[in-house]
């Protein structure tokens, strides 16, 4: 696959889109996932690559002699139709010698997609439209071993039931493994003498980028390259066009500054990023984003422009919690100075941001 499709893969949607995609043309490969990582390595558990039988792969689960095993056992997999379980330690001189510095040992699983199952094409569709409609769910495999080797079943977890399975038999999961609390993180549950890898899947971090200049423009498309959905508003249309945003899942050319916020699904999953003209269009997105609880509010500007507009929205009734939500200056301090340097600045903050989050920090 292009080095487009591996980009946009940092995506989860986009990822499982483009497994979809390979089934629906009738092509093999294999899913590679991380279950588990002991000690350091390039990726965490959860980390997924999808190599295709007729070459090329999309995501990837480290790089280096891992990957290139992965892919090995991948082939191998589509070859048998058998789902593989690989346990791969690295130590520091094979680490140092491959040009990597992490040492550890991960707990892989290969598992063959092959387009003539219709039970796999039916499991990853239903994957694709809950993460389209925006809802939270959990993958979970089911490992067991018999005579032939390892045995895999995946299931869509969503609500508190099983929404859709690779089983043909749709044995479900054991009710009282729903009923539990279910990992935020990849996570390895063992149960029964069955291991179930619950995988949380959860819709792309949106993020709102008000203002469509310089600024705007280097971060909705470091933001696109990073997974995040990306959506630009301006009160110039001239300033979202799809010529200048060609990355943007969302360019809205909105009729004031003084209710831009009015019609946008803004959730705990959305950050505002506010990059407007001048002062008074950033005191405008700042005031209509207190009223709202979004995962990050960061605004570009001085410390003394810091203390202007959070005075003024004291004056108005705003507490020092409100404001304390805010980041201000936004983006991390590297001494950033063009704007796309900003932009590099205010990107790296949204991925510590997320990571944290997600508890991947």
């Keep these: ?44 558990a959860g980390a997924k690559m999808l190599v295709c039988e007729a070459g090329g792969s999309c995501g990837t689960v480290g790089g280096g002699v891992l990957e290139m ?15 593989l379980y690989r346990t791969f330690a690295l130590d520091l001189q094979q680490a140092s010698e491959d040009g990597m510095t992490c040492g550890g040992e991960v ?34 495999t089911a490992l067991s071993e018999d005579n032939s080797g ?3 079943e995946r299931f869509l977890v969503s609500g508190g039931r099983v929404l859709a399975s690779t089983s043909p038999s749709h044995r479900g999961l054991p009710k009282d493994l729903l009923r539990t609390t279910l ?69 809205l050319a909105v009729p004031s500054v003084e209710n831009a916020l009015e019609s946008i699904p803004v959730g705990e999953e959305s950050y505002i990023v506010i990059v407007t003209r001048g002062h008074g269009g950033d005191q405008a997105i700042l005031r209509q984003a207190l009223r709202r609880r979004p995962g990050y509010i960061g605004m570009i500007g001085s410390s003394r422009k810091r203390a202007l507009i959070f005075d003024q929205l004291l004056a108005e009734g705003f507490t020092q919690d409100d404001l304390g939500r805010v980041t201000c200056p936004i983006g991390l ?29």
């Design 1 to 44: 696959m292009s080095q487009d499709r591996k980009n946009a893969a940092t995506d989860v949607a986009a990822f499982y889109n483009r497994i979809l995609e390979l089934l629906d043309d009738g092509r093999r490969g294999a899913l590679c996932t991380i279950l588990r990582l002991e000690g350091s390595g390039p990726r965490r």
């Design 183 to 251: 990992p935020t993180t990849p996570t390895v549950v063992e149960h029964e003498s069955v291991r179930y890898f619950f995988d949380p899947l959860a819709p792309p971090t949106t993020v709102y980028v008000f203002g469509g200049g310089h600024i705007g423009m280097h971060l909705v498309a470091l933001c696109h390259l990073l997974g995040f959905r990306t959506v630009v508003a301006d009160d110039r249309a001239d300033f979202v066009s799809e010529d200048r945003f060609p990355d943007a899942d969302q360019r």
């Design 150 to 152: 390892i045995a895999s």
């Design 333 to 361: 301090p590297i001494g950033a100075e063009t704007p796309e340097e900003i932009a590099v600045s205010i990107a790296a903050q949204l991925v510590a941001v997320r990571a944290a989050q997600r508890g991947e920090g």
């Design 107 to 140: 707990e892989l699983l290969v598992e063959p997609l092959d387009a003539t199952t219709s039970e796999v094409r039916a499991f990853v569709a239903s994957v694709v439209d809950l993460l389209r409609r925006g809802e939270r769910g959990w993958l979970v």
């Design 69 to 83: 095993k992965a892919i090995m056992w991948a082939r191998e997999s589509v070859q048998s139709g058998r789902a």
